[in-house]
């Protein structure tokens, strides 16, 4: 078991001894999301694939806190953001805006990227060394940004 799911496993022990049933939830449905892609693919996860899950699981509660907040449903905002905090608590530290752009700036150079039709290579180069440590689609807006100049 890698060390990521481990610590998921110890955290639901601890949440269940402290009887802090919204962590524990929240807990759960991360270990079923995890547990489901090992059955579809018949695979024990490593922490790479268990942080790209994670990453997609921080992505949908995003975006739900974003659709609750078009529907002023301030209740389902709360109950998502403190999922996606504990979402966000297996994550690798993210990025900061600064280390994001130099990291686009050297996939350009390193791609010999132009236009708007390089954004591809730039984004395949980039997807595993900010996987879980920067939202993928601020990543993608910056360098549409930086190739559209």
């Known amino acids: 078991m890698t060390d ?3 610590k998921i496993t110890e955290d639901v022990k601890s949440a269940m001894r402290s009887k802090d049933k919204e962590r524990l939830a929240a807990l759960r449905l991360i270990q079923a999301g995890l547990k489901q892609k090992e059955v579809d693919e018949r695979i024990e996860l ?9 990453d997609k699981m ?19 905002i709360e109950k998502e953001q403190q999922e996606l905090n504990i979402i966000e608590s297996y994550l690798p530290e993210q990025l900061s805006n600064d280390d994001i752009n130099s ?10 990227a132009n236009s708007l039709k390089d954004m591809g290579k730039i984004m395949a180069l980039l997807k595993d060394k900010l996987q879980g440590r920067a939202d993928m689609g601020h ?6 940004a930086k190739l559209s100049n």
């Open 103 to 112: 990291l686009i700036e050297n996939a350009i150079s390193e791609v010999g």
């Open 139 to 144: 990543v993608s807006r910056l360098i549409k």
């Open 46 to 54: 490593n922490d790479e694939q268990t942080i790209a899950i994670l």
């Open 58 to 76: 921080a992505k949908q509660h995003r975006d739900s806190i974003e659709q609750f907040g078009r529907a002023n449903r301030n209740d389902l």
């Open 4 to 6: 990521i799911k481990n």
